[in-house]
């Protein structure tokens, strides 16, 4: 059965202090990782894509990396407007063309 | 532009009403969803739509209806729902075959 396990539930982390989010997933053939970040009360925000293992994708203090079995999306520097709910979530061509498998999200909080 | 626009923002409504939320996109994509998310909780997959015809419903009470008019407009008909249908309801498109979904910012739905 696919699966996406993202840790850990919640970050609390002070301005300037770099961490990292983990997204583990189990799926019978990957066709794509994604990473959102959501705003209280307002849609998931694209992100990053990941298609294979080794690759890595930038974006301001976001760098998401991907292997075999789980990905990172490291925060470096971060401010208080990088506090957020980040979501992880996989396609798998085993599974329903369309459906994503979502994480239950990492909470960050960022404290100036 | 990578916009979904959802209407309306916020809806109240009893569970005798009939009412729609209302979503679209010019990004030329092919495939829509709706999504309902509770509180703390993933975005749960409900319908999808890919060029125009219903290709997924996961087991959703026949209360909520989607309709695709077109390949840019995407409806929900709620009908006699119930207080625990109250949540975020999002819409999202993306290209088919789907890689990165876009989510709109959502609808807050209460139900009384």
């Known amino acids: 059965e696919d699966q996406v396990t993202q840790s850990p539930e919640a970050l609390r982390l002070q301005e300037g202090e770099s961490s990292s989010l983990n997204c583990s997933y189990t799926?019978?053939?990957?066709?794509?990782l994604f990473w959102y970040r959501q705003d209280p009360g307002k849609g998931p925000e694209f992100l990053f894509t990941?298609?294979?293992a080794g690759e890595e994708k930038e974006k301001e203090r976001l760098k998401a990396t991907l292997t075999k079995k789980e990905s990172f999306l490291h925060i470096t520097a971060p401010k208080p407007e990088d506090s957020a709910t980040y979501l992880c979530?996989?396609?798998?061509?085993?599974?329903?063309?369309?459906?994503?498998?979502f994480g239950k999200g990492t909470k960050l909080s960022v404290k100036p | 532009d990578t916009e979904v626009t959802q209407t309306p923002k916020h809806l109240v409504m009893g569970m005798t009403n009939k009412k729609s939320l209302k979503c679209e996109q010019h990004?030329?994509?092919?495939?829509m969803y709706w999504y309902k998310q509770k509180a703390k909780k993933p975005p749960e997959l409900m319908f999808v739509?890919?060029?125009?015809?219903?290709?997924i419903n996961e087991s959703v009470p026949s209360r909520f209806s989607p309709e695709c008019p077109n390949s840019s407009l995407l409806n929900l008909h709620l009908h006699a729902l119930q207080p625990e249908d109250s949540a975020l309801y999002l819409c999202?498109?993306?290209?088919?075959?789907?890689?990165?979904?876009?989510f709109g910012p959502g609808t807050r739905l209460t139900v009384t």
């Open positions: 979530a996989v396609g798998s061509y085993g599974g329903s063309q369309g459906n994503l498998i």
């Open positions: 739509y890919s060029y125009e015809k219903l290709s």
């Open positions: 990941l298609y294979s």
């Open positions: 799926v019978s053939g990957l066709r794509g």
């Open positions: 990004m030329g994509h092919r495939a």
């Open positions: 999202a498109s993306s290209q088919d075959p789907p890689n990165e979904q876009y």
